[in-house]
């Protein structure tokens, strides 16, 4: 299934004039935003094949997403369904698979780096409303290296989030969570 | 013309959406990250290890929700956890739930007639285990001129076997046990000198030590798979516990239980040898060797 669907791909990326869908955002930015990168959205996706709509040239309005946050998403999806179909050609030789894990990696590394945690609290948002597996996974993994080691101050802070527990909720949360602090395992 | 989501949106989200009258939808109230659904956030502190899962706990009630979630502490337990455990308790785990599983798991757990302990170091869910004195075949510990066991709250185990004096030193071991996959090093907490408390000061007794610094003692392991290590080591620093790295081993397959072998000797005899504390022999991830090699 998995390669059914980068063959796929590999063809629809290659077409030299791919039809386009007309995204615009809640803050008056308009997109052409090509057939194979719009359908890696899965609320999209959905939106044709469940429906059982014709995909014709047509123009969605994309509440709650703003440009500066689809741009970035239409980035990081159309390089990711290169890399799937580089990845693709490459199989079976090793040397050429890892360069392509690590022109990704590398590539991933840069986009990340260039999102303020702002940037990424509101891309992870957009993604998790356009349904984009891979896409949140991979910010999932950025916020959780930028949280790692850090108190937990700062990750309420980061996310913005109240503590809506009781005091006597506190004492519980304590207690059921006091072994992973306890005692040392080596001497 | 075109498409409006807003029908999808409100449905996914539940949020109260009005269309205005050119189709640009208004939306009640933004949603923050603190919204996330409870699986998006299980998601992020299934990147983050144990302690840290369990620290986050605190920081609201979805949070709390999500460090219970199972398919995060299942990437955490080692792969053959189900066989580990019911090698320690006798049984099955029941409806613990990952994490309550691998909580008990973290707790050092007795088993072999008391003779070994095992747990789950907390970050990474590799296993350690700890064998003492009563589970090796020490020459001469039956004979009290020789090896005594002393009580002490430096052990785990409570007691070490001490040597006073002795010509022929050796100390055989084996275990059988489910290692997970992995490489694994193995050590032996000794420690020159008999130490022990006078009005709350710790005090080191070296009056019997001696014979280490004439030959070095001798330290192997076998796996019943075929591999081995050796080592050897003139003991020398008084006062404190020290590992001494025996070697490494490499589980391949945690379908079978790993058997091995070690032995500890210093058999030249023309020379006696003592004031030696074995605690125990400890098998951790090789990982953590770093951090016990003393020579």
Redesign the interface.
């Given at each position: 299934m998995a390669d059914d669907g980068v063959n796929t791909k590999v063809e629809a990326v290659s077409k030299a004039t791919t039809e386009t869908i007309e995204l615009r955002t809640e803050d008056g930015g308009v997109f052409d935003v090509d057939k194979p990168v719009a359908m890696e959205f899965l609320i999209l996706k959905s939106f044709y094949e469940d429906e059982g709509r014709v995909f014709d040239k047509t123009s969605i309005r994309l509440p709650n997403v703003k440009q500066l946050e689809l741009s970035k998403v239409i980035e990081y999806c159309t390089r990711a369904l290169e890399f799937g179909a580089k990845s693709a050609a490459a199989a079976g030789d090793k040397d050429a698979e890892r360069m392509v894990r690590q022109e990704r990696e590398g590539f991933e590394a840069e986009f990340v780096d260039e999102l303020s945690n702002e940037m990424l609290k509101e891309l992870i948002l957009a993604v998790n409303f356009l349904d984009i597996k891979e896409m949140l996974d991979f910010l999932i993994r950025s916020v959780a290296n930028r949280i790692r080691n850090r108190s937990v101050a700062y990750v309420r802070q980061f996310f913005d989030i109240e503590n809506d527990f009781t005091p006597q909720e506190e004492d519980q949360i304590h207690q059921e969570n006091a072994w992973a602090f306890e005692g040392v395992d080596a001497d | 013309?075109?498409?409006?989501?807003?029908v999808?949106?409100s449905s996914?989200?539940g949020l109260d959406?009005s269309n205005g009258s050119d189709?640009?939808?208004c939306?009640q109230s933004?949603?923050?990250?603190?919204d996330?659904?409870e699986s998006?956030v299980a998601?992020?502190?299934s990147?983050?290890d144990?302690?840290?899962?369990?620290?986050?706990?605190?920081?609201?009630?979805?949070?709390?929700g999500a460090s219970w979630a199972d398919f995060v502490w299942e990437s955490k337990l080692p792969s053959n956890y189900q066989v580990l455990f019911r090698k320690v308790f006798g049984e099955l785990p029941g409806d613990l739930g990952k994490r309550g599983i691998y909580?008990r798991l973290?707790?050092a757990s007795t088993f072999d007639g008391g003779t070994k302990k095992v747990?789950l170091?907390?970050s990474t869910g590799g296993v350690?285990l700890s064998i003492s004195p009563k589970g090796l075949a020490i020459t001469g510990i039956d004979d009290r001129r020789y090896w005594n066991h002393i009580p002490t709250e430096e052990s785990r185990f409570c007691t070490v076997a001490y040597l006073q004096q002795i010509w022929w030193f050796e100390v055989d071991g084996e275990v059988e046990f489910p290692f997970p996959m992995g490489t694994y090093s193995l050590f032996f907490?000794l420690h020159l000198g008999r130490a022990y408390k006078r009005f709350g000061r710790r005090i080191c007794n070296t009056e019997h030590v001696h014979g280490w610094d004439i030959k070095p003692v001798q330290f192997q392991l076998w796996t019943s798979d075929g591999q081995h290590a050796a080592s050897k080591c003139i003991l020398s620093e008084t006062g404190k516990?020290n590992y001494y790295h025996v070697g490494d081993f490499v589980v391949d397959n945690s379908n079978a239980p790993t058997k091995i072998k070690f032995s500890m000797t210093q058999i030249d005899c023309t020379h006696t040898k003592g004031g030696l504390c074995l605690d125990s022999v400890f098998i951790?991830p090789s990982k953590?060797r770093e951090?016990?090699k003393r020579f």
């Open positions: - | 013309m075109g498409a409006d989501l807003s999808l949106f996914l989200t959406c189709g640009y939808l939306l933004r949603p923050s990250l603190g996330l659904p998006c998601l992020v502190l990147y983050l144990p302690p840290e899962i369990c620290k986050l706990a605190r920081l609201n009630r979805a949070f709390r909580e973290c707790q747990w170091h907390k350690c907490r516990w951790y953590f951090r016990f």
